[in-house]
């Protein structure tokens, strides 16, 4: 990869339906998350609870530790199979799935999920996050082995990704990984979870140096008006692909994927998810 590339970091508004259903047929090898605002950046919820505190981002390591120490003290008046100790990714998925502030950012494979989740409670136009799972990969391992990775196949492996979670300020770069254990919800959304390696710093800060080690000021976001030449170029090059949909859209989007069976009933488990699909009434 080139020193200085302009698309690391892209961006494109749909401009219908049909033109989001075609851009999906492309995108086979990414990974995806919905936001409901197009303006919010990828950010953890440490990430997030710091700015909202004021606390220096440098502090997070720190608030981590007594968070993950206290969840593990008191888990077990609410939850009776527990992970092991020291499986860190296992219990901050369980951490996650209960609400409280990781460092695990949720993805899911699937679009239409992702797309869900971008439309269900949006006031504005909202976005769908795309993340390069090949181009991280590749170039994540490249980046290890040029910091002194030696064993190939450690990297990405849940024993790696623990290693990981338990340094918590290794230099920068974001893994995609899934838990062993897989509840419900994670499974019914086709989740994983998108980790950075550097707690002291911003998600999407880790996400660019994945793929370019020498950039070290964040990338600014590559406007595309027209995707179909650059379809090889995005595959290549660009590890972070967002797809605003204006709010325009929303309602003719949310139709057509309830007619695909994808609604808070189906995406989440129990009364709490068909309580939620109640809203569709509206439509």
Known sequence: MNKHNDNIFCEYAIKSWEDCRKLLSYLTTWVFRG????????QTTLERGAILNNLDIREIPEFEKKIIEKFKRRAFNYIEKLPEKENTLEWLSLMQHHGAPTRLLDFSYSYYVALFFSIEQALQDS???????DLIYKEGLKTEKWRGL????????KEYCNYVLNEQILSPLVMLVEPYNLHER???QQGLFAIPFEGRQAFEYNLSLTVNRYQKALPISNKIEEYNDLLSLLNQECVLFKVIIPKDFHNEIRKELKLMNI?????????????????????
Do not use: H, M
């Open 263 to 283: 609604t808070s009933e189906t995406l989440f488990p129990g009364i709490d998810g068909f309580a939620k699909s109640l809203n569709s009434e509206f439509d």
């Open 127 to 133: 976005a769908v996050f795309c993340l390069n799972k």
């Open 35 to 42: 936001q409901s605002n197009s303006l919010w950046p990828l």
């Open 150 to 157: 030696e064993d190939d196949y450690a990297y990405g492996t």
């Open 186 to 188: 994670l499974s019914r």
